[in-house]
Nanobody
């Protein structure tokens, strides 16, 4: 079993940057694929990025390509999401998620473990 703690959210102006972190506790973190999702009130949770268990493969939703970068450090049980050139439409609660597996997984239903979420607000 894995426990995830999200951090790093906050308020930033358009064009600014934030770095989200997800700290995992539990065994065999390196066997888990990870993802970041975001959700705004009244809407479903949507995939932002995904990273394979080794970090060798990544997925980015089109709206964040070139602006967001996901990385992981299996020795530290950490996954980071560097967000640059932020836009008001990036405002949401961001969640990291984990599941065992060697592939990339995009759908929220494919993940078993979730962080508590961290609020990102981008002002115009």
């Amino acid at each position: 079993q894995l426990q995830l703690v999200d951090s790093g959210g906050g308020l930033v102006q358009t064009g600014g940057s934030l770095k989200l972190s997800c700290a995992a506790s539990g065994r065999a973190f390196s066997t888990y694929a990870m993802g970041w999702f975001r959700q705004v009130p009244g809407k479903e949770r949507k995939s932002v990025v995904a990273i394979s268990w080794s970090g060798g493969r990544t997925y980015y939703v089109d709206s964040v390509k070139g602006r967001f970068t996901v990385s992981r450090d299996n020795a530290k049980n950490m996954v980071d999401l560097q967000m640059n050139s932020l836009k008001p439409e990036d405002t949401a609660v961001y969640y990291c998620a984990a599941r065992r597996g060697r592939y990339l997984y995009e759908g929220p239903d494919e993940y078993d473990y979730w962080g508590q979420g961290t609020q990102v607000t981008v002002s115009s």
